[in-house]
């Protein structure tokens, strides 16, 4: 069973914001939304061998804990597991099979605590939706969160 506090996604400015009630306190979403949301949209910290976006490397820029990014709440895990997706790493990326696919094991990567929590994986689709837009769906048990990203074209 989930249980996180509920947010409101805005498409068009692309953030979230929890959700008050008409009592103004908190309200508890049951479903996996929040969860899969926040999973998707914090950063990763890209591993060593990632290429970063910005065409950065170990040779070219100075070495700094914000270069490779990184979701705060990491550093408190006690058993060393990150939170987040590595699609940020898709900033500069082209529309290519290769993006498509990078984008799809990256999900898996950030999702792959469902399968502890459910007993079942994630379902995850990627696809071109038009150009320069790579649309991607994930379904958890009877819920699903479709999102989109643009890349280069």
Same mark, same amino acid.
């Given at each position: 069973?989930?249980?996180?506090?509920? =947010? +409101? &996604?805005?498409?068009?400015?692309?953030?979230?914001?929890? @959700?008050?009630?008409? %009592?103004?306190?908190? !309200?508890?979403?049951?479903?996996?939304?929040?969860? =899969?949301?926040?999973? !998707? /949209?914090?950063?990763?910290?890209? %591993?060593? %061998?990632? #290429?970063? #976006?910005?065409?950065?490397?170990?040779?070219?820029?100075?070495? +700094?804990?914000?270069?490779?990014? /990184?979701?705060?709440?990491?550093?408190?895990?006690? +058993? /060393?597991?990150?939170?987040?997706?590595?699609?940020?790493?898709?900033? $500069? *990326?082209?529309?290519?099979?290769? @993006?498509?696919?990078?984008?799809? *094991?990256?999900?898996?990567? *950030?999702?792959?605590?469902?399968? *502890?929590? @459910? /007993?079942?994986?994630?379902?995850?689709? !990627?696809?071109?939706? $038009?150009?320069?837009?790579?649309? &991607?769906?994930?379904? !958890?048990?009877?819920?699903?969160?479709?999102?989109?990203?643009?890349?280069? %074209?």
């Amino acid at each position: 069973m989930f249980c996180d506090l509920a =947010i +409101n &996604y805005d498409p068009e400015a692309r953030r979230c914001d929890l @959700t008050l009630g008409d %009592d103004f306190d908190l !309200v508890l979403d049951l479903t996996p939304i929040p969860a =899969i949301i926040m999973s !998707v /949209g914090l950063d990763r910290r890209a %591993d060593p %061998d990632d #290429p970063l #976006p910005e065409g950065r490397s170990q040779f070219l820029a100075p070495s +700094n804990f914000s270069e490779r990014r /990184g979701a705060i709440g990491d550093a408190f895990d006690p +058993n /060393g597991e990150l939170t987040g997706s590595k699609l940020w790493l898709l900033d $500069r *990326a082209k529309q290519t099979e290769t @993006t498509r696919l990078l984008c799809e *094991a990256w999900l898996e990567e *950030a999702l792959s605590w469902i399968e *502890a929590e @459910t /007993g079942q994986p994630a379902e995850i689709e !990627v696809e071109w939706v $038009r150009a320069g837009v790579l649309g &991607y769906r994930v379904m !958890v048990e009877d819920t699903s969160v479709s999102l989109t990203r643009r890349v280069a %074209d």
